[in-house]
Structures are given as C-alpha cells and as structure tokens.
C-alpha cells in the first residue's frame, strides 16, 4: 500500500499562484506513474499534470499548458505542482494519484491505485 498526502491548497485571486505538494510512504518502490487531478464543484475528476516517478516525460491537460509545471523527488518520495496564472476556473480540489502500473494514463482516473485525500485550491476576486 501507498499512503498520499498533499499540502498546498488556498485561496488566492486569479493571476496569483500556488505551490502544491504530495508526500508518499508506504511501499513506494513500486510507484511508476504519478499525476495531479482535479475535480472541481459538479464535475468530473480530470487529469492535470503527470510524470514518469523515476523518468522523464510529463503530462498537461491543455487547459493548464504553460501555467502548470510538474516535477518529482522520488529519491523523497515527492511529487509538486507549481501553478502560476491561476484562473476562476482552475478552483477544484486537487488530489495526488499513484499506479504502479505502465498502463497508467491521465485521461483515466481508474488507472491510477492510490489517491491522497485531496486539497483544495480556491481562486475568486
């Protein structure tokens, strides 16, 4: 089992940015893929950002291109969402998610096997 714990969440007005950050325990060697969702106020959780745990290569959801960056610590177990240009629309609870599983994919969640409890990011002027 993987144990996720994500910090970072609050409110800031948009154009603000925020630093979101997971930290893992548990049986972590095995983590293969992980990413940030989001789900916000009647919508469905969606795939934010994404990242090879021990490689290269990341993942943006179109709508955060640009404004999003995602990075990894795994020798700590850590993964971080920095997110500049923040946007009404941005405001969601953001949950960290891990698979120890090469068919992970972004664009669907039940490929991901371990969520942390979520934190929540708010933007409004």
């Known amino acids: 089992q993987v144990q996720l714990v994500e910090s970072g969440g609050d409110s800031v007005r948009p154009g603000g940015s925020l630093g979101l950050a997971c930290v893992g325990s548990?049986?972590?060697?095995?983590?293969?893929?992980m990413g940030w969702f989001r789900q916000g106020p009647g919508q469905e959780r969606e795939g934010v950002a994404g990242v090879y745990f021990r490689g290269s290569g990341a993942y943006y959801a179109d709508s955060v291109k640009g404004r999003f960056r995602i990075s990894q610590d795994s020798a700590n177990n850590r993964l971080y969402l920095q997110m500049n240009s923040l946007q009404p629309e941005d405001t969601a609870m953001y949950y960290c998610?891990?698979?120890?599983?090469?068919?992970?994919?972004?664009?669907?969640?039940?490929?991901?096997?371990?969520w942390g409890r979520g934190t929540r990011v708010t933007v409004s002027s």
């Open positions: 998610a891990a698979s120890d599983s090469p068919r992970a994919t972004m664009t669907d969640p039940s490929t991901f096997h371990y």
């Open positions: 548990g049986n972590t060697v095995n983590i293969y893929y």
